[in-house]
């Protein structure tokens, strides 16, 4: 399967943001889906991930992003969203979406590992 993330861009501390990425190549329903998140001099984060849909669709949240982020798929437009409210500055980082074989998609706030990456779109929070 082949993503492609967009959405990304510079919006105020506050703002909001949602992010798309469109799948191609293969049914995106069969797999768990994931974003993740890249700052410069950081490791890789992930910020959210849903299980697939033939499996149990579990939703996870890290309290970094809780309450502010949401992940959904359209599996009739083969694409997930991460709709992002209340940014903060500390959300600055490149955003990736990702897609697993698995059904599940974390165990104990662990994620994953994922099978297709995308490319990463820029998420910059400031005034």
């Known amino acids: 399967v082949q993503l492609q993330a967009s959405g990304g861009g510079l919006v105020q501390p506050g703002g909001s943001l949602r992010l798309s990425c469109a799948a191609s190549g293969s049914s995106l329903d069969f797999y768990a889906i994931g974003w993740f998140r890249q700052a410069p001099g950081r490791e890789r984060e992930g910020v959210s991930c849903m299980g697939s849909s033939d499996g149990d669709g579990e939703i996870y949240y890290p309290n970094s992003v809780k309450g502010r982020f949401t992940i959904s798929r359209d599996d009739s437009k083969n694409t997930m969203y991460l709709q992002m409210n209340n940014l903060k500055p500390e959300d600055t980082a490149v955003y990736y979406c990702?897609?697993?074989?698995?059904?599940?998609?974390?165990?104990?706030?662990?994620?994953?590992?994922?099978?297709?990456w995308g490319k990463g779109t820029q998420v910059t929070v400031s005034s």
């Open positions: 990702a897609a697993g074989l698995s059904s599940g998609c974390q165990i104990g706030g662990i994620f994953y590992a994922m099978d297709y």
